[in-house]
């Protein structure tokens, strides 16, 4: 009897040793109240179709990129944003909100991934305003090619406890940098010749890394990475060349890994390959306070 109850305490003492080691329990508490939620947008209204992803974590299972949607595209300031469909709310404890646009349906366990930003396309965009006007006519004269590379701001706000009163995240701030190039000219004996041809690619080149292959952002430690540096983009468009009184290609933009702070010293060299095999260099170029590249001349390389 002694040698039985030896074995079933053995056993009673290797049961509880091995529950010690288990990972406690994560327990996924209810909802008790929906948070009601506000945010001004990086570029001061919010653009047509924008959606915003919301992460809340706390004691309970995470809430994981959950869609919303401005109310308004025309107002500045903060505006509700409204979710599409399931909502974020108070659970137990302390709540960290965080919350980024554009929303990506890929993100997850606060990771937005942005996928190559060594290696970009863009798409022809015409304002708005320009059918507003009835210029649907000469809409091709206003329209410039946009980076699709996600344009990346984020948002961050600490909730101690339970209120039933709207939560403003504030200003959501920019993680990369959108660099627009007003209509660059081209020079030379020839350029004249370039009427109506196509753009191939767009090489940018820069002093300072400007992109990551693979590129992620960090909600949690606020991070952006990648797979690789590059200090090169590589942006194809279906552009044309134009002559408006000079021989210019439209106006485009790529995104950038750079912060604000890093932009003051970078220098830009572009380099357009337009079918035919010629190529045009613009080089030593920086960005002005609105994140443009201007009065940029392109001067034949070959």
């Not at 410039?144 to 990346?152: E, H, I, K, M, W």
């Not at 209120?163 to 000219?185: N, R």
């Not at 970078?266 to 170029?285: H, R, S």
């Amino acid at each position: 009897m002694k040698r039985l109850n030896y074995f079933i305490g053995a056993a009673l003492a290797i049961a509880a040793a091995v529950s010690c080691d288990k990972e406690p329990e994560v327990v996924d508490f209810p909802i008790v109240g929906d948070f009601v939620l506000y945010g001004e947008s990086a570029e001061g209204t919010w653009a047509e179709n924008t959606s915003v992803g919301v992460f809340v974590t706390s004691e309970g299972v995470a809430q994981s990129n959950l869609e919303y949607t401005p109310a308004s595209t025309e107002a500045t300031g903060s505006v509700q944003l409204n979710a599409k469909s399931e909502k974020a709310g108070f659970k137990q404890g302390k709540h960290v909100i965080y919350a980024y646009y554009p929303y990506v349906a890929e993100a997850a366990e606060m990771q937005i991934p942005l996928g190559n930003l060594a290696a970009q396309s863009t798409k022809k965009d015409i304002p708005s305003w320009v059918f507003d006007a009835g210029l649907g006519d000469m809409a091709d004269m206003f329209a410039s090619y946009v980076s699709t590379a996600p344009a990346l701001s984020v948002a961050k706000k600490e909730v101690s406890e339970f209120t039933s009163a709207p939560i403003d995240l504030g200003a959501f701030a920019p993680v990369t940098t959108v660099i627009s190039v007003a209509e660059p000219g081209f020079a030379g004996d020839n350029a004249a010749d370039l009427d109506g041809k196509k753009v191939e690619k767009i090489v940018v080149k820069a002093n300072k890394t400007i992109a990551y292959t693979e590129a992620k952002y960090d909600l949690a430690t606020g991070e952006l990475q990648g797979a690789e540096e590059s200090q090169s983009i590589e942006v194809t468009a279906d552009m044309v060349i134009k002559n408006l009184g000079s021989v210019t290609a439209y106006a485009f933009s790529f995104a950038t890994c750079l912060a604000a702070e890093d932009l003051a010293d970078a220098k830009f060299t572009l380099e357009f390959y337009v079918e035919g095999g010629k190529k045009y260099v613009a080089q030593d170029y920086t960005a002005n306070a609105a994140n443009m590249l201007v009065s940029v001349t392109l001067n034949p390389a070959n």
